[in-house]
């Protein structure tokens, strides 16, 4: 092989060791070879899905190929070179097995990748959204943003029959005249009643306590004034919860991707714009210490994207080892039914030089033509030749099977 390919530089060659495996009978190995072929398709969907999952995560764009790449290995090692120096997993495919039961245990792994994969982008979209509520929740000015981490209780008036405590957002232009008159915005005002206890870039919220029966007229009364008053109540246990609902949501940013730690250039995803929000928090002129070490551990302790990145890149080496042994079965059973008993063929791993396919097909076709004459005359030519399922349905005098490794072309 190397004297007709290795040496006018059209590929590099490599042994592709396949076991000696147990035969079957020439039904079983038809049958087998259409098998083959349906989970070869499977395991190729299946890892295209997880690099496109993989991009979607990293919210990479198509040209950033190098970044998604990182998460694209087998065993620790490039794919090229997991295919090179590929090795039969004796003990996880024993060769003494039958050659579908062999198939049926690659099957099995190759549909649970795939019930997991389905389950896991599920969760991830679920949780994705919930952060996007988040962010909003967070992000948003002092008109529609949650209050459960800036209101305190001792701020209202609680179990009064007669009193309530509102909140307020007065433009930061508009202090003055806010002092100067929500008391008179109403006759059942508190004097004195008023507290600023947030403030973001453009506005403050204020709190104002007025008898219950004056609610519509102060209400109406402060809109005119462009006071706008929240629909908000004190309610300890709706703020409770929401305020768990927060940290469980934020404590979902823990596990730092070790790699995605390393690249301080990267650009900033939503979420980490969710932490900037936070500690805008920082400015308000009443927020505790304690409050601000806590997100700022939650920021430090990494990102709530790892778990999924880091199930994909795992069930991705996963599916390609399962992908590799099935070309090298499907190179058994193909060689078996071509070439017949005993079995005697040579498997060779053909890493073709660039611009360089066609060249090599047409030596390997006038190479390999004694083999089959008729085959050789049908080079790229698809064909549908039942029981072969091989690179596609292409049909050459020797039997060849496809492995693609650019999974983000």
């Not at 003990?91 to 097995?97: A, G, H, L, S």
């Not at 060779?348 to 076709?365: A, D, F, G, T, W």
Request: with cysteine.
């Amino acid at each position: 092989m190397n004297n007709f390919t290795s040496k006018s530089n059209l590929s590099r060659n490599t042994d592709f060791l396949i076991p000696d495996f147990k035969m079957g009978t020439l039904d079983s190995l038809l049958s087998l070879s259409d098998e083959l072929g349906e989970l070869g398709r499977l395991a190729e969907s299946l890892m295209k899905r997880m690099t496109r999952m993989t991009r979607y995560v990293l919210e990479l764009k198509a040209a950033k190929k190098g970044e998604v790449q990182e998460y694209l290995f087998a065993d620790g090692v490039t794919l090229a070179s997991f295919v090179t120096h590929f090795e039969w997993d004796l003990t996880k495919y024993p060769v003494k097995q039958p050659l579908g039961a062999i198939a049926d245990t690659l099957g099995k792994e190759l549909a649970q990748v795939e019930t997991d994969l389905k389950s896991s982008i599920t969760a991830y979209s679920q949780l994705k959204r919930e952060l996007e509520n988040m962010e909003k929740k967070l992000l948003g000015s002092l008109f529609t943003r949650t209050v459960s981490d800036i209101v305190r209780k001792e701020d209202f008036v609680l179990d009064s029959k007669y009193l309530i405590t509102l909140l307020v957002v007065v433009p930061k232009a508009s202090y003055s005249l806010w002092q100067k008159t929500y008391e008179s915005l109403s006759d059942m005002v508190v004097p004195r009643s008023t507290k600023l206890i947030a403030e973001d870039q453009e506005n403050g919220l204020f709190t104002v306590t007025i008898f219950q029966k004056a609610i519509d007229d102060f209400k109406a009364k402060a809109t005119a004034n462009k006071f706008t008053v929240r629909d908000f109540f004190y309610d300890e246990k709706q703020i409770q919860s929401e305020r768990e609902e927060l940290t469980k949501l934020l404590s979902a940013k823990k596990q730092r991707d070790h790699s995605r730690r390393a690249k301080n250039s990267r650009p900033s995803s939503f979420l980490d714009r969710i932490a900037k929000a936070i500690r805008l928090r920082k400015c308000w002129k009443r927020g505790t210490k304690k409050q601000t070490e806590k997100v700022e551990e939650l920021e430090s302790e990494g990102s709530w994207k790892s778990p999924f990145l880091h199930w994909l890149k795992v069930n991705f080496g996963k599916t390609l080892l399962v992908w590799i042994h099935i070309a090298a079965l499907s190179i058994f059973a193909e060689s078996s039914l071509r070439y017949g008993l005993p079995v005697n063929f040579k498997a060779v791993l053909l890493h073709p030089q660039k611009k360089s396919r066609k060249r090599l097909r047409k030596i390997l076709n006038s190479t390999f033509k004694h083999l089959d004459a008729v085959a050789a005359s049908m080079v790229d030519t698809p064909v549908n030749i039942p029981g072969l399922q091989l690179s596609n349905e292409e049909y050459f005098p020797y039997v060849c099977f496809n492995i693609r490794l650019k999974f983000l072309d």
